[in-house]
């Protein structure tokens, strides 16, 4: 079976049901996700979104000047400006669509994050992120326009250059949809659309420790990288200094807001030591923090330290950061009364699938938002909560552009085969795919965290060539299965990570490299685009 859609969205996060909401104004959106509509990065979000100015303490130039310092040299300041001039309306929308955010005395309560200057991050407890999700989800399965594809997942994009041909002389490749597999029936299908929004998150299971969830597989920028779209900056993955280290979780945060809020973080001896480290200490920008914590565990031999709030009263750490006191209260933790365990973990992908100022990729109507993009909003580094403010802004100038295209758009479905899958066999050696999963992510936690150095790089850079090889020989052999796709698509990811760090031959932001510790603006004050 093949439908066509005005709009087809592929992600349910924050970005692509504000993209969905707006966009079944204008036409039909088929919104693609592949697990249930609330799975996303967008449902943990905790510390909450930033927007500026909200109090007198505060203004747009302070919010782009933050955004920018974090971004050591390499964001895009126009695009800086637009989405931080659009904030207080993007908030102003949320709300419209029912979203909650605490209040203190009738005003927004206001919290404060690492590289922020002034208190400006709205939330809902610790909570933001469900409270978004849950509302956004509401409304999109209450519109009549709207076509959900629950448990469905984007194998691969059509363009025209791949399936129907490239005329001699064409340089703009243009899209026409998407092949997308039903998890439940494990059949291929091919959905059309004049707008393909790629939506589709970031890729933090490419590494070992991370806060992302299960559905963060670097899908849209491996698709897109196979469609011939430009990628950047991928040596950008942001580590956040504070996952709860604890055997029996894997991947729980503890917002940068219990810092913002007081939060002091210590060593085993219980002595604080970010201030040798950064003159903000706690609040330094993330980057700054996660290493100082990795050089301190590299000291001491340790795996982790301490994240301490117990100096704060009782009721407001409660009201304040209920689920994290209910998560760590479940393992056996009273944060009010004792340190939180925690470490350093993959968190976010500043690089992502190159787009301009309204979110289209160098393929034609082929658009990608939120954190499966690069705009030039981060930079080489992301100042907290400002990427759920990207994804509401970015969301609105992607339909903008769509809506300027003329009306009528050709799709030659007659040229765009049926996926073909006759040549596979069934895939009866599932421990394979899990053991390769394991060794990318290990390797990547390895030899391409937070410390990287040329040995490392380079070992990384041999290790998955051959891993990728033996997975794409896998993909075409066997019958495609979700977590083949994946697989797949992680070791792409894996893949333009290590290319991108090799070719950056200095230390900026995110990353750093121990035989090249200084900047170098002469050489690399630029984008890595592959
Ligand atoms: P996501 O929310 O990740 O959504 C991606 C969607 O794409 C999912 O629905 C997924 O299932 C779907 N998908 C992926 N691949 C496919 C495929 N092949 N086919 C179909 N569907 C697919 N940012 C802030 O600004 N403030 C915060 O407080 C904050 N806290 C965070 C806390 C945590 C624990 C994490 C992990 C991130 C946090 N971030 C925060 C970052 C922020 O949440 C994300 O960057 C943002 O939500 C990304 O939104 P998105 O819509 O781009 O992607
Ligand atoms: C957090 O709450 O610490 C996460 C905020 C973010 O990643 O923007």
Redesign the pocket.
């Known amino acids: 079976m093949s439908s066509i859609f005005d709009f087809v969205v592929?992600?349910?996060?924050?970005?692509?049901l504000s993209f969905a909401i707006r966009a079944s104004k204008y036409g039909s959106v088929a919104l693609?996700?592949?697990?249930k509509?609330e799975?996303?990065?967008?449902?943990?979000?905790?510390?909450?979104?930033?927007a500026s100015p909200l109090s007198d303490e505060d203004s747009v130039e302070k919010h782009i000047e933050d955004t920018i310092k974090a971004g050591d040299g390499l964001c895009n300041t126009e695009v800086v400006r637009t989405i931080i001039e659009e904030s207080k309306q993007a908030i102003e929308e949320l709300v419209s669509w029912n979203v909650e955010f605490d209040r203190e005395d009738g005003n927004f309560h206001l919290t404060r994050e690492g590289g922020h200057s002034a208190r400006r991050i709205l939330h809902k407890g610790d909570y933001?992120?469900q409270e978004i999700q849950t509302k956004l989800s509401e409304i999109v399965r209450n519109q009549k326009n709207i076509f959900i594809f629950e448990e469905?997942?984007?194998v691969d994009i059509i363009t025209k250059f791949k399936f129907v041909g490239r005329k001699g002389g064409e340089v703009e490749d243009e899209c026409y949809g998407a092949y997308i597999l039903n998890k439940r029936t494990g059949s291929i299908e091919t959905i059309f659309g004049k707008f393909v929004i790629l939506?589709?998150?970031?890729a933090?299971k490419v590494y070992l420790i991370t806060?992302?969830?299960d559905?963060?597989?670097g899908?849209?920028v491996a698709?897109a990288k196979r469609a011939g779209a430009k990628i950047a900056n991928m040596e950008f993955y942001q580590f956040h200094p504070t996952v709860l280290y604890h055997h029996k979780e894997k991947n729980f945060?503890i917002?940068e807001a219990v810092r913002g809020e007081g939060g002091i973080i210590r060593n085993k001896n219980g002595e604080p030591f970010m201030k040798k480290y950064h003159p903000m200490g706690e609040l330094a920008p993330r980057d700054i923090v996660a290493r100082a914590i990795d050089m301190e565990l590299k000291k001491s031999g340790e795996d982790h330290v301490y994240l301490d709030i117990t100096h704060l009263p009782k009721d407001f750490i409660i009201k304040r950061f209920p689920k994290i006191y209910q998560k760590c209260l479940s393992l056996g933790i009273d944060i009010t009364k004792e340190p939180i365990p925690v470490a350093p973990g993959a968190?976010?992908m500043c690089g992502g699938v190159l787009t301009d100022s309204y979110g289209e990729t160098s393929i034609s109507r082929l658009f990608a938002?939120?954190?499966?993009a690069y705009n030039g909003f981060h930079g080489a580094n992301r100042l907290?909560?400002?990427?759920?403010?990207e994804?509401v802004v970015m969301s609105k100038r992607a339909l903008k552009k769509c809506l300027e295209y003329p009306k009528k758009i050709h799709i030659p479905q007659e040229d765009i085969p049926p996926w073909k899958s006759e040549k596979t066999i069934p895939q009866d050696e599932k421990i394979l795919i899990s053991h390769t999963w394991d060794e990318i992510r290990r390797l990547m936690w390895n030899y391409v965290g937070i410390v990287r150095s040329e040995k490392r790089l380079q070992r990384a850079y041999e290790r998955i060539n051959i891993i990728k090889k033996e997975v794409i020989e896998d993909y075409w052999k066997y019958y495609v299965s979700p977590d083949l796709?994946e697989l797949r698509n992680i070791a792409i990811t894996a893949e333009l990570i290590i290319i991108s760090a090799m070719q950056r031959k200095e230390s900026r932001g995110t990353h750093f490299n121990i035989d090249y510790p200084f900047k170098n603006d002469i050489d690399f004050k630029k984008d890595t685009i592959l």
């Open positions: 592929i992600g349910s996060g924050l970005a692509g693609i996700t592949k697990g509509i799975e996303s990065n967008s449902f943990y979000a905790q510390g909450g979104i930033a933001t992120g469905n997942m984007a939506a589709t998150g970031g933090g806060t992302n969830p559905t963060a597989t899908d849209g698709m945060l917002s968190h976010f938002i939120g954190e499966v907290a909560s400002n990427s759920l403010l994804c796709i």
